[in-house]
């Protein structure tokens, strides 16, 4: 019924999550890009039906912002991680998480 990735699997490791999907494939991002692509509306904005972004003032990180509190899976296909910034909005699905992967 869908083609997203269902995460089976997810653990830190250093500075990096990793996780297995259900086709068996892996991905493994740094903090560091993971927060940087964090998908929540204050960090990209919000595009409205004319495509016009409305985006809040940049997010002031700081070395807890590329730290990891916790990690809580949302239904089967995404994960959301708590920083240690207070930070936790983004929910990063299997495909996103599978584009960062490198
Ligand atoms: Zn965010």
Same mark, same amino acid.
């Given at each position: 019924m869908s083609d997203s &990735?269902?995460?089976e699997n997810y653990e830190i490791v250093n500075d990096h999550l990793l996780v297995s999907f259900s086709?068996? $494939?892996e991905s493994m991002v740094s903090l560091k890009s993971l927060r940087e692509?964090? *998908?929540c509306?204050?960090?990209i904005g919000e595009t409205d039906a004319l495509? %016009? &972004?409305y985006k809040g003032p940049d997010p002031v990180l700081n070395a807890? $912002?590329?730290?990891? %509190?916790g990690l809580q899976p949302v239904g089967y296909y995404? &994960?959301? *991680?708590?920083w240690k910034d207070g930070h936790n909005t983004g929910i990063y699905t299997g495909d996103l998480l599978k584009k960062l992967s490198g």
């Open positions: &990735l269902a995460i086709d068996t $494939s692509r964090c *998908p509306a204050s960090c495509g %016009n &972004l807890s $912002s590329y730290q990891i %509190n995404g &994960l959301r *991680p708590f």
